[in-house]
């Protein structure tokens, strides 16, 4: 008899055996069905063996085979087997975590054909149109190319102005063909002779056969996106795929589509959240049998199964949303080093910003650092000022000195971006008489005062309530916004400049499809403008015509008792001000600070963000902090307050583990989120592989933990946040 070890999609450290009926075909990463404590489940196969320790009267059949081919190949298992330990993360978890949706529920890797929208010979000739959204779509389709129905809806476009173009026999609908582009000649859109930097950096890269990391420092504007493309070039004439790895891909379609522009016959693919469950088997598919030449996805394409990848590029490295922070919470670049060193093949991260760990990386030689110091096309650099707050009558959040730098620029026909991380008018509501504090029910936090929707919403729980009339505690109707959020600074500003349109970018603003792109459809026409917004605006968008940039929550960066709080403000400062003066001009950057002498700011505006990091490198290595260290968080939560800390406090050993150090139980910094009581166990090793062996240890002793039934609890390896 033969006996099948299979992972299940549970939570447990453990895989699981059946029997193998002698008229079944297994190989290693097809998926079977199985029973499961009365459930009828679908596994992936992991080995056959002859032996077992589970009691014959115990081993039950695998019940069916589900497919022929493997859904997971060896090159992904083994991927995948590394995941599962590096983040001590259950394997069946991890593998499930990685298919797509279709085929995690057991259904047929090739049911699906998926229609894109095409140009027809009539609409590649771009006759002019009335309507301005059909003509948007042709620009588009000629710009972009073939692209999926849902695309073209997350983009924006009704299905009316679809309909309408099919009407006209300007488009068609067609089932995608698959072409042989490994094969065929590469053709080329216009390409920029590169300048000396970016020709050095190409060379570099070009001249790497297998695996290596480079890191590309490299300020906004300074033709990153180029390098990647000339990079690139290499990788497809020689028929093999790659792997662009972006923060998110609504927020930027403009990237996308000089991808697009550039390898017009190539098979580009999306990845993102915005696919339906089809469409991303669909792409899958693809990737596996080698028929896209590229995908441009975000983190999850980490697991895409290529048939022959042949570089790896990851946008905007040090962007936070690489970090998945929940289930299998995994870092998209993290992951890329690994693959691309599996798989023998170049690496590429660009960032203007590098994150510490990836900086420390390159400082130590273990990725090559290259550098683009200079702005592709102006001489200009930035200039920085500092706004001294102290002492400053306010109005609306802005000192006498922004509003007049602001006026100045408008009248010059230019663009303010103007950069608040809180969305919502207030962040919370106060009582004049009695020093009340609205507070939602569930969080310990304030529930932010929405203006527009006049509702108090919590940004943690998504509760909503009335604004109330009085104030709860002492009956006085004196209740006040307190703080700032983008709402307020919009109002402000559209009273302030009367003729001035203000354009405001966050999440509240762009919730509804095709609002962001019409949004930056009205900035790229030009002239006087405000632009008010949280971090969607500081993501990788080119606006031309912003020459001020002003920001005004620098100080609570400062002052945080998050390690990471000055590495992230300092970030989020240098890329904002990217946005400014990206043709013709410098720009200038206004930052408005109680604490204009302190000295981490005066390193970042007089020696750039380059320096910061080098220096708050240092202050980490004193402090022993990652990289310097590792760190892992255990956290916990729970409506009862006691289940929580008893069971993190079970966790915490009574003799000390060797080259391990412990901190807690203490609070998450929200102790309180939709009625849990949250609390965590830091644990910090030097070691990695110290720290990996200590938790795999502690998740068997979890998993054999009576009270761990009635916690939620996790472990969260390198985490981005406490
Ligand atoms: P980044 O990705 O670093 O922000 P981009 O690659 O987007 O920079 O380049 C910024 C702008 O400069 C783009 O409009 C790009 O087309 C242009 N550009 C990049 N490299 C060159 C070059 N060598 N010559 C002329 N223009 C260039
Ligand atoms: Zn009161
Ligand atoms: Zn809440």
Same mark, same amino acid.
């Given at each position: 008899m033969l006996i099948l070890e299979v992972a299940l999609k549970l939570p447990l450290h453990r895989t699981f055996d059946y029997l193998l009926p002698a008229t079944m075909h297994v190989v290693t990463g097809v998926r079977v069905t199985v029973n499961f404590s009365n459930r009828r489940c679908t596994a992936i196969a992991l080995n056959i063996k002859k032996r077992t320790d589970v009691p014959q009267e115990k081993l039950k059949q695998v019940?069916? %085979? #589900?497919?022929?081919?493997? %859904? #997971?190949?060896q090159a992904q298992l083994h991927f995948l087997h590394f995941v599962s330990q590096y983040y001590c993360h259950p394997i069946g978890d991890t593998l499930f975590t990685a298919l797509p949706a279709v085929l995690r529920d057991g259904?047929?890797?090739?049911?699906t054909q998926i229609p894109v929208v095409r140009l027809t010979e009539k609409g590649q000739t771009l006759p002019t149109l009335r309507a301005k959204k059909q003509q948007a779509l042709l620009f588009q389709l000629y710009e972009g190319g073939a692209i999926k129905l849902s695309e073209l809806k997350a983009l924006g476009f009704a299905s009316q102005t679809i309909k309408a173009l099919e009407a006209k026999a300007l488009i068609i609908q067609s089932i995608e063909h698959d072409s042989d582009w490994a094969q065929n000649e590469l053709h080329l859109g216009d390409k920029p002779r590169l300048n000396d930097q970016q020709a050095t950096i190409c060379s570099a890269i070009n001249v790497q056969v297998g695996y290596r990391t480079f890191l590309?420092?490299?300020?906004?504007?300074?033709?990153k996106t180029e390098v990647y493309l000339q990079s690139l070039e290499n990788i497809l004439k020689a028929g093999k795929q790659a792997l662009v790895l972006v923060p998110e891909i609504g927020l930027t379609p403009q990237t996308v589509n000089r991808f697009k522009k550039r390898f017009t016959d190539l098979p580009i693919d999306l990845w993102h959240s915005n696919l339906t469950d089809n469409e991303r088997l669909h792409t899958w598919r693809r990737a596996e049998k080698g028929l896209s030449a590229l995908v441009i996805g975000t983190r999850s394409a980490i697991f895409l199964p290529f048939k022959s990848l042949g570089m790896i590029i990851v946008d905007e490295e040090h962007d936070n949303s690489f970090k998945q922070q929940e289930g299998l919470r995994y870092h998209a670049r993290d992951l890329a080093a690994f693959r691309a060193h599996q798989i023998n093949c170049p690496l590429l991260l660009g960032t203007a910003t590098p994150a510490l760990e990836t900086l420390h990386k390159a400082i130590n030689n273990k990725y090559q650092l290259v550098t683009l110091s200079k702005r592709a096309q102006t001489q200009h650099d930035n200039q920085f000022h500092l706004v001294d707050m102290k002492g400053q009558p306010e109005q609306g959040g802005f000192s006498p000195m922004s509003l007049h730098w602001i006026e100045k620029t408008l009248n010059r026909a230019k663009q303010v971006v103007v950069f608040l991380n809180r969305r919502g008018f207030a962040p919370t509501l106060m009582c004049h008489e009695c020093g009340w504090l609205n507070t939602c029910k569930h969080c310990s936090t304030s529930a932010t005062y929405h203006k527009n929707m006049n509702r108090l919403v919590c940004h943690h729980c998504g509760e909503q309530d009335f604004v109330p009339r009085q104030c709860p505690d002492c009956g006085s109707t004196q209740i006040m916004p307190t703080g700032l959020g983008t709402e307020q600074l919009e109002s402000f500003l559209t009273e302030r400049f009367a003729d001035i349109p203000v354009t405001r970018i966050d999440r509240d603003s762009t919730r509804r499809k095709g609002s962001l792109e019409s949004a930056l459809e009205d900035i790229n026409q030009g002239g006087a403008r405000i632009l008010v917004g949280t971090q969607m605006l500081a993501k990788g968008h080119h606006f031309a015509d912003v020459s001020l940039v002003v920001i005004l929550d620098v100080d609570s960066g400062l002052y945080s008792c998050d390690f990471r709080a000055t590495e992230q403000m300092a970030q989020l400062i240098t890329q904002v001000a990217g946005r400014a003066g990206r043709a013709g001009e410098a720009g200038t950057v206004l930052l408005q600070t109680?604490?204009?002498?302190?000295p981490l700011l005066q390193d970042l505006i007089n020696n750039g963000y380059g320096d910061f990091a080098r220096y708050a490198l240092k202050e980490r290595e004193e402090a022993m902090l990652p990289p310097f260290a590792h760190l892992a968080i255990i956290r916990a939560e729970a409506t009862n307050i006691n289940t929580v800390l008893q069971f993190l406090s079970d966790l915490v050993p009574a003799t000390p583990y060797p080259g391990i150090q412990l901190l807690g139980p203490i609070p998450a910094p929200?102790?309180?989120i939709a009625g849990k009581f949250r609390y965590q166990l830091h644990i910090h090793a030097q070691q990695r592989t110290v720290l990996r062996n200590y938790l795999s240890q502690l998740a068997r002793y979890i998993s054999t933990?009576?009270?761990?039934?009635?916690v939620r609890w996790s472990i969260d390896v390198d985490p981005m946040d406490s």
């Open positions: 019940i069916a %085979v #589900l497919d022929e081919q493997p %859904v #997971l190949n259904g047929h890797p090739d049911k590309i420092e490299g300020v906004t504007g300074s033709g109680h604490f204009p002498e302190h929200l102790e309180r933990h009576e009270s761990a039934n009635r």
